[in-house]
T-cell receptor, first 114, second 114 residues
Framework: AQSVTQLGSHVSVSEGALVLLRCNYSSSVPPYLFWYVQYPNQGLQLLLKYTTGATLVKGINGFEAEFKKSETSFHLTKPSAHMSDAAEYFCAVSRNSGNTPLVFGKGTRLSVIA | KAGVTQTPRYLIKTRGQQVTLSCSPISGHRSVSWYQQTPGQGLQFLFEYFSETQRNKGNFPGRFSGRQFSNSRSEMNVSTLELGDSALYLC?????????????FGQGTRLTVV
C-alpha cells in the first residue's frame, strides 16, 4: 500500500523567504510523485510531477522538488515566497505500474507574511 | 479548451435524502475519478471510471455510487445522506489511465448535509 506524509499542517514564511514543504512517501514499487496546489474554493492544480529520469523536477510558479529515493522524500521548494503562493499544498503518490489512483497527503497550508 | 466542469458548485441537503453530482471532463479525456475532501480525512479516492466502466473503487460504503456516460461525462450519487457526507467532492479527468497521466481537477461541489 502507498502512503504520503506531509510534515507540518501549517507553514508560515515571510515574503521573499525560502519555501520548504516536506513530503515523505511509502511505496512498495517505484512511485510517481506529484505536488498539487489548492487555492480557496478551488480545485487542485498540478505544480509538478516526478515519473522517471531527472530527480530534480521544475514546476510552475518557480517551484521545484527533488526525488530522493534513499530518503523516500519529495520535498517542495521555492527560493523566494510571494504573497500569491499562500494556498494549500498536497503531495501525492501513485504506482508506476498498473492503474492506481492518487494517494494524497493531508496537505500543508502555506501562509506568506508581508 | 474548457476545463473540468462540476455542477452544482454548492448544495445543501437534508439527512436521509439522496444527491447526484455531475462532472464534465475535458474534451477527449476518457478517465474520470472522484475524490472526497474533508478537513479530518483529507482527500480520499472514491472511484474511477474509464470507457463507461468502473475501474477502481475506494473504501466507501455502497451508498456512494457513480456512472460514466458514452460522452465521458460522469455522475456520482450518494443515497441516504449522513451528516458525515458533508464535504467537497472533486472530480478529476485524465486523457488516459496510468499512474503518470496528469489529472485535471474541477472546482468541486461543496455538499452540506443538515
Amino acid at each position: 500500500a502507498q502512503s504520503v506524509t506531509q510534515l507540518g499542517s501549517h507553514v508560515s514564511v515571510s515574503e521573499g523567504a525560502l519555501v520548504l514543504l516536506r513530503c515523505n512517501y511509502s511505496s512498495s514499487v517505484p512511485p510517481y510523485l506529484f505536488w498539487y496546489v489548492q487555492y480557496p474554493n478551488q480545485g487542485l492544480q498540478l505544480l509538478l510531477k516526478y515519473t522517471t529520469g531527472a530527480t530534480l523536477v521544475k514546476g510552475i510558479n518557480g517551484f521545484e522538488a527533488e526525488f530522493k529515493k534513499s530518503e523516500t522524500s519529495f520535498h517542495l521548494t521555492k527560493p523566494s515566497a510571494h504573497m500569491s503562493d499562500a494556498a494549500e499544498y498536497f503531495c501525492a503518490v501513485s504506482r508506476n505500474s498498473g492503474n492506481t489512483p492518487l494517494v494524497f497527503g493531508k496537505g500543508t497550508r502555506l501562509s506568506v507574511i508581508a | 479548451k474548457a476545463g473540468v466542469t462540476q455542477t452544482p458548485r454548492y448544495l445543501i441537503k437534508t439527512r436521509g435524502q439522496q444527491v447526484t453530482l455531475s462532472c464534465s471532463p475535458i474534451s477527449g479525456h476518457r478517465s474520470v475519478s472522484w475524490y472526497q475532501q474533508t478537513p479530518g480525512q483529507g482527500l480520499q479516492f472514491l472511484f474511477e471510471y474509464f470507457s463507461e466502466t468502473q475501474r477502481n473503487k475506494g473504501n466507501f460504503p455502497g451508498r456512494f455510487s457513480g456512472r460514466q456516460f458514452s460522452n465521458s461525462r460522469s455522475e456520482m450519487n450518494v443515497s441516504t445522506l449522513e451528516l458525515g457526507d458533508s464535504a467537497l467532492y472533486l472530480c478529476a479527468s485524465s486523457l488516459e489511465r496510468g499512474g503518470n497521466t496528469e489529472a485535471f481537477f474541477g472546482q468541486g461541489t461543496r455538499l452540506t448535509v443538515v
